[in-house]
Every structure is written in C-alpha cells, then in structure tokens.
C-alpha cells in the first residue's frame, strides 16, 4: 500500500449514510451525475429532518446547480423513479428485485416523494455495515463515474485492493453494453476508469491507482489499489456550533448591562472589559474547518470565562455595597508602596 497523507475531514452534517448493500447495488449505474445528485439529495432530505420532499433550489445550492429546469427535474425524476434494488445469484438461480421509490412528484419546484418499506431499513435503520459520503465532496464531481467508483470502495471498507476482470469493471460503471469500450480497452480507460480515478484522487480522502493484468497483449482484468488516510478529522456538528454563538452573543447582548455593574470601579472596569473581549473574540475562530474536538475545547474555555465574569459582577456588587458603607475604610496595601 501507498502511505496516504490526506488530510481528512468528516462533515457529518453535511453527509448521507447508505448500507453497504445499497452502496453497491447496480440500482445507481447508468444514471447521470444529476441524477444520482438528486437520488442522493432525497437520502439527505430523509436523514436530515425526516422529510420527504424539499425545494429545488435547496437542492441547486447543495450542488452548485445553476439552472436546472423543470425540464431538467422531469427526466431526472423518470430516471430516478424506475430505480430497483436488485438481490442476485445467477449461481443459484435466484433474484430479487425491489423498487426503491413509490411515487415522485414535482410542482412548482417542490419535490415531493415517498420510498418503499423495503428501502428504508438502508437509509435510516442502519446498525453495522454502512457507507457514509460527504455531499461537500461528491458535489466536486464532474463524472458520474466518480461517484460509482466512490461508493464502491468505501463499501469495501477494510480492503485495499480488488482485482476484477474488464468485464466486471465496465458492469461496475453500468457501460457494459458499450461496445467501443469493449472492444477498445483503451477508449474506456480513457473516458470511464482514469476519469473516475483522477478525480478520486483530487477531490477524495482516497489515493486510487490500478494494474493490468494481461492475457497475452490484451487487457484481461484491473486490479484496483486504494488507501486511506491514516487519521481522520470530524468537523463540528451545527449544534456544536449553534451553542457556541448562543454563549457568545448573549455575552454581547448583556455587555453594556455588565458594565453598568462595575461602573466606577476602575479595575474591577477594566478586568471585566478584557474577559468579555476575550469571550467575544472566540467569534473569529468558528470557521468551516472548526473540529468538533475544537468546538468542544471552545465550549469548555466560554463556560470557564462566563462562570468569571459571573464572579466578577457578584464582586463589584458586594464592593459597592461596602462602599456606599458610610462606616467604610479603604483597605491600605503597603505591598504596593514597596514596589
């Protein structure tokens, strides 16, 4: 294996979750990348919030869409809706198929949609083998392939190679019945396989490379190579993020009501300025690459830093109440004078 030094950043907010039987279903192949954007789309949808339809321009800005007509949605929605999720073991004489939507409509940018009961055990009751794909980074994707090829193997988690004749490639990429690829390795390699690697490789945690294995001076079968990162990042959630903010604006909102407190207390002034400047300054580093280690670290230090200008303003209040004490005598510190 290759040594992958990626940096690798998992977006659980912005990713879907399939089983690896769904990930590796032929129910995908042969569908163009809107398509499977929008299939994906509706995945996202589901395991986000529970709904079963979204806006078409929620989807447009997922993927960086521009125009996409209704005319566009109508052959999407045809494509997508005559998916079948497919069982086989030509060996035993048995298959299975299974459609995966029951209806799809569209109204005036509205998709709105319904799975079959068999489905939804891969999409959201998932308990062991799954897949997770960040849409941050399919949405690069300017092949189809790439996405085929990239569900493939993250589904074969654990493996880091797979040897497969030219036949089973082409299946894999749905371009079976293609007959310049099937005659002309070199054409398919060019438009399909090294398509899909290339852009694995730049857009991916993955590092892809193949070899030919020959028979004679033809090409027989690939044997596809691909390594993962050795460590992984988790980005913060949006709650992780949203408690963030809620801390730090309400420090803002209330700042001017803090200060009042220490009014005419010049240290004490001074000392609570520099602790709320130093909470408002955690703004700055809430950006998109904030791990969740990060936002947790983050919390910790708001909380510490609120819990000290709660102390502060219990002191200015017990200060001024001993000074508005006509009886009060200052305290003299002749530490201070020696210095």
């Known amino acids: 294996m290759r040594k992958n030094n990626k940096l690798h950043t998992i977006n659980f907010e912005n990713s879907i979750k399939k089983s690896n039987q769904l990930s590796m279903a032929k129910l995908s192949q042969g569908l163009s990348l809107n398509q499977l954007q929008l299939f994906s789309f509706a995945i996202f949808s589901t395991q986000r919030n529970g709904q079963t339809k979204f806006h078409k321009s929620d989807f447009e800005q997922k993927f960086g869409l521009h125009r996409y007509k209704t005319e566009d949605a109508k052959q999407d929605t045809k494509a997508i809706l005559n998916l079948k999720f497919s069982i086989e073991s030509l060996q035993n004489d048995v298959f299975e198929y299974y459609n995966v939507f029951q209806f799809i409509k569209y109204d005036s940018g509205l998709f709105q949609f319904e799975w079959t009961t068999f489905i939804l055990p891969h999409i959201l009751e998932l308990k062991e083998k799954y897949i997770t794909t960040d849409l941050s980074i ?141 909470i408002l300054d955690y703004r700055k580093k809430i950006t998109d690459t904030l791990t969740a280690t990060e936002a947790k670290n983050a919390r910790k230090d708001l909380i510490l830093y609120v819990r000290i200008l709660e102390n502060q303003l219990e002191s200015a209040r017990k200060l001024k109440k001993v000074l508005d004490d006509p009886n009060y005598v200052p305290f003299y510190n002749w530490l201070e004078e020696r210095d």
């Open 138 to 278: 399919t949405a690069q994707f300017k092949s189809a392939f790439s996405w085929l090829l990239y569900e493939y193997l993250k589904a074969h988690y654990g493996y880091w190679h797979k040897q497969m004749t030219k036949q089973e490639m082409m299946k894999l990429f749905g371009v079976e019945s293609k007959k310049s690829y099937a005659t002309n390795t070199a054409d398919f390699k060019k438009k399909v396989l090294d398509v899909a690697i290339d852009e694995l490789n730049k857009y991916t945690e993955l590092e892809v490379w193949y070899k030919e294995k020959k028979n004679g001076r033809a090409i027989a079968a690939f044997d596809l190579h691909w390594s993962v990162p050795s460590q992984s990042t988790i980005l913060a959630s949006k709650s992780q993020v949203d408690e963030l903010y809620s801390i730090i604006d309400t420090i803002e909102n209330d700042m001017f009501n803090y200060l009042d407190v220490v009014e005419g207390l010049e240290k004490e002034e001074l000392s609570m300025i520099k602790n709320i400047k130093r």
